[in-house]
């Protein structure tokens, strides 16, 4: 089953894609998110006679190559005489999984599962009475060589597995207003993924074998949560943004004439309360809550490596900013209210 989803993954996620463009482009529907905060921005745009204007394309540099961030581990070997003597202590068949054909082109996540699973079960072999000497002295000195590599297959396989590198790609709809769905199980799915780097800090092989990678890997595929977390916060705050900008153009006291009433001031107050504060607040509020669950997690997961760059500038830049362009709105509202005061 594990090997079936590596090798489909990405056809899968392909397929999906495809026809998630072709429903949208068929029925016209936009994203829940996204008409939320259209509809809140067509409301003040009509009130105050403002045609507002599209955000500008959102910019994105790409991750750094999987060339590039590839490190390159020496291979070691085993002569098939040797391999069978390893009967006798229950190596030979991990050892003939890896000599196979399909072992030979393992993604980053099987090549370091059977790397941590080597060195958990090669342990007996090194006393075990039926190993010559001869061999013992080969599987001790292959067992020190992994060991000082695994952590480059640790390193390889966080920036190279096609499923961790797609949770980093944005995502095409933002994430769903009012629903957590999917982030209990990418919070699980990260805890696993930490354990497994703790226990290979750590050297405990048989804790590190015993925690299969493709596991968590297959809930974060299937959550897809932390792809649209970076995509609502650089849509939102680039959204945020632009719209800013375009309100603080208005000029407040031309459309509420001071000593004058005007009905203009209780339709503002209505779509502050109504539109800003219940609905595009809530949903930032959402999603400021979702990314204090996960981006320390990924950060902690990605720290000091070749992508730990890309993930602040993709999730941690874009909520700072969020937060900024939340702040600068409210100033705008508060002005809005001195200006423009309920009948």
């Known amino acids: 089953m594990a090997k079936f989803y590596n090798s489909n993954r990405l056809h899968h996620l392909t397929k999906l894609m495809s026809l998630i463009a072709a429903v949208i482009v068929l029925s016209g529907c936009s994203d829940p998110a996204q008409s939320l ?9 009509r009130t105050l006679a403002l045609e507002l204007q599209n955000p500008q394309p959102l910019d994105l540099q790409p991750l750094p ?18 391999l069978v003597a390893t009967r006798a202590c229950g190596l030979d068949v991990l050892l003939g999984e890896r000599n196979s054909s399909l072992g030979k082109v393992m993604p980053p996540s099987q090549r370091l ?29 292959i067992s ?10 640790w390193q390889n396989f966080l920036l190279q597995d096609e499923t961790l590198r797609q949770q980093l790609h944005p995502y095409r709809s933002l994430s769903e207003p009012n629903s957590v769905a999917g982030v209990a199980e990418t919070i699980e799915a990260l805890h696993s993924l930490l354990a497994l780097q703790k226990s290979i800090v750590e050297q405990n092989w048989q804790q590190a ?28 705050h680039n959204w945020l943004r632009g719209l800013n900008k375009q309100l603080e153009q208005v000029d407040l006291k031309a459309q509420c004439p001071a000593g004058r009433t005007s009905d203009k001031a209780e339709i503002l107050n209505t779509i502050l309360l109504q539109y800003f504060i219940s609905k595009v607040q809530v949903y930032f509020a959402q ?3 979702t990314y ?11 720290q000091d490596t070749a992508l730990a760059p890309s993930i602040q500038q993709r999730f941690e830049v874009p909520n700072n900013e969020l937060k900024a362009e939340l702040r600068r709105h409210v100033v705008w509202w508060k002005a809005v209210q001195q200006q423009c005061p309920k009948l």
């Open 209 to 236: 074998s015993e925690i299969n990678p493709e596991q968590a890997l297959e809930a974060l595929y299937k959550a897809n949560t932390l792809s649209q977390l970076q995509q609502s916060l650089r849509f939102s």
């Open 287 to 289: 999603t400021d809550g």
């Open 37 to 45: 905060m259209d509809d809140y921005a067509k409301r003040l745009g």
């Open 65 to 82: 190559s999987i060339t590039a961030t590839r490190a390159d581990i020496a291979e070691t070997s085993i002569t098939l005489v040797e």
């Open 144 to 153: 020190n060589e992994k060991r000082s590599q695994v952590y480059q297959h």
């Open 292 to 302: 204090q669950q996960l981006y320390p997690l990924l950060q902690q997961l990605y």
């Open 113 to 141: 599962k059977y790397e941590l699973q080597f060195l958990n079960q090669v342990q007996p072999c090194l006393t075990h009475p039926d190993i010559t000497p001869d061999l013992q002295q080969k599987l001790i000195a």
